[in-house]
């Protein structure tokens, strides 16, 4: 399944706020390989997808839904910076 185009880069950055904010990230979720980089932080990026989508519409996208490849290129659509950890 594609990730749903309804997430725009405010989602994103709403659920950043979120994170930012004391959103706990489940250990299992932290980033490994990849990361959505902002302000000297990173951000794991299939969670910014996963709820982002709630953001947009409320439910959690499933995490095994999409892989880590389809968000990094979703997310650098978007405009964020990707690193390599």
Not at 2 to 28: D, F, K, L, W, Y
Not at 64 to 83: C, D, M
């Amino acid at each position: 399944m594609a990730i749903p185009q309804n997430i725009t880069r405010n989602h994103i950055n709403e659920v950043i706020n979120q994170i930012n904010n004391g959103r706990q990230i489940p250990s299992i979720r932290l980033p490994r390989r990849v990361a959505l980089r902002l302000n000297n932080e990173n951000y794991p990026v299939k969670i910014l997808i996963s709820w982002g989508h709630e953001v947009s519409t409320g439910q959690e996208l499933p995490y095994n839904l999409f892989v880590s490849q389809e968000a990094v290129r979703f997310l650098t659509a978007l405009g964020f910076e990707i690193v390599n950890i």
